[in-house]
């Protein structure tokens, strides 16, 4: 079992650009999330979705769009990125136990 | 807003000896989680307590759940070199929507061999 799988591991941006942080899950999850985690800190959470077409905002949604269009996949997007960016990006998945399934992380640096 | 707070920040133990980390947090909980991050890797459950139950064991694992505080405490009995890692407690909250999950700022644990 993959579990999350989340994709790329490692990116570097310049301020202004684009990109999207891909994430899947093969358990059937109907929840899954974004987080971001700085140095320090525990886990922030960016936008969540309750199921497929479903998504909401977290604690810290601003500068970030998600997109569940499939009930495995959720994608997380920044439309400019911008160095408070900086980050690591965690996707997890859950089933009504709320036990959450984290993927690896992506590590995200904004110049 | 940080709903979870763990005491202490960073614990440094020899192996063998047991491990404890606590949490303390602000409202009232369906649950309360905790979970394990090694170095650059993702989040890993460990064990997950009700707000009805006060204590809870798996493995070396033992967690104790005191609602009348609002805090909880993770027991690792002894500790190997592996156990070396973050942990972070969660809670979902009734107040809380969707099943979220709010995490604390972690408890670096080193356990030197």
């Known amino acids: 079992n993959a579990g999350v799988t989340q994709t790329p591991k490692f990116r570097v941006l310049k301020t202004g650009q684009s990109m999207t942080l891909l994430c899947a899950q093969d358990?059937?999850?109907?929840?899954m999330y974004w987080y971001r985690q700085d140095p320090g800190m525990g886990l922030r959470l960016i936008h969540y979705?309750?199921?497929?077409?479903?998504?909401a905002k977290g604690e810290v949604p601003d500068g970030y769009n998600v997109s569940r269009l499939k009930k495995q996949n959720f994608l997380l997007g920044l439309e400019s990125a911008a160095p408070s960016q900086t980050s690591v990006y965690f996707c997890?998945?859950?089933?009504?136990?709320?036990?959450?399934?984290f993927g690896a992380g992506t590590r995200l640096s904004v110049l | 807003s940080q709903q979870g707070e763990e005491d202490p920040q960073a614990l440094s133990i020899q192996e063998g000896e047991n491990a404890t980390m606590n949490c303390s947090y602000k409202?009232?909980?369906?649950?309360l989680q905790w979970y394990r991050q090694n170095s650059g890797r993702g989040l890993v459950h460990l064990i997950l307590?009700?707000?009805?139950?006060r204590e809870k064991h798996s493995g070396r694992l033992r967690v104790t759940l005191d609602t009348s505080k609002k805090s909880s405490s993770l027991l690792i009995t002894a500790s190997r070199a592996a156990d070396t890692a973050s942990y972070f407690c969660?809670?979902?909250?009734?107040?809380?929507?969707?099943?979220?999950?709010?995490f604390g700022s972690g408890t670096q644990l080193t356990v030197l061999p």
């Open positions: 997890a998945s859950s089933s009504d136990t709320n036990i959450q399934y």
């Open positions: 358990m059937n999850h109907e929840y």
């Open positions: 979705s309750v199921g497929e077409g479903t998504t």
């Open positions: 409202t009232s909980i369906n649950n």
């Open positions: 307590i009700r707000s009805n139950e």
């Open positions: 969660a809670t979902e909250t009734l107040s809380g929507s969707a099943r979220q999950l709010t």
